[in-house]
């Protein structure tokens, strides 16, 4: 392999670490912008908020679930665990970029 192919191969390389990384940290903080609006969302018992630049929408949804579908239905009583968890919708307009 050429030189300047395994150096460009290295840019990509670090390159692509980096924006993977960067990508991660990101996603931490959007994990922890969506708890904070969802602490918010259950401290005023409501399940969303619209106003003209803004639309955030809580859904709990839950679910039961087990791997065999052929059970009886006393077995699947007792063995499948309720899985409960909320999703966001947050839809805005007329935003500027935070830098």
């Known amino acids: 392999m050429k030189t300047e192919d395994i150096l460009l191969l290295k840019e990509y390389a670090?390159?692509?670490?980096?924006?993977?990384?960067?990508?991660k940290d990101i996603?931490?903080?959007?994990?922890?912008?969506?708890?904070?609006?969802?602490?918010?969302?259950i401290k005023s018992n409501t399940n969303g908020i619209q106003t003209s630049t803004m639309?955030?929408?809580?859904?709990i949804i839950k679910q039961k679930r087990i791997s065999r579908e052929d059970l009886p239905?006393?077995?699947?009583?007792?063995?499948?665990?309720?899985?409960?968890?909320?999703?966001?919708?947050?839809q805005t307009s007329n935003y500027t970029k935070i830098k």
């Open 14 to 23: 670090h390159k692509y670490t980096y924006l993977r990384d960067k990508v």
């Open 27 to 41: 996603e931490k903080e959007m994990d922890q912008i969506k708890n904070n609006i969802e602490d918010i969302l």
């Open 55 to 59: 639309n955030i929408k809580r859904n």
């Open 73 to 90: 239905i006393e077995l699947f009583e007792k063995y499948s665990h309720p899985i409960v968890f909320s999703t966001l919708n947050i």
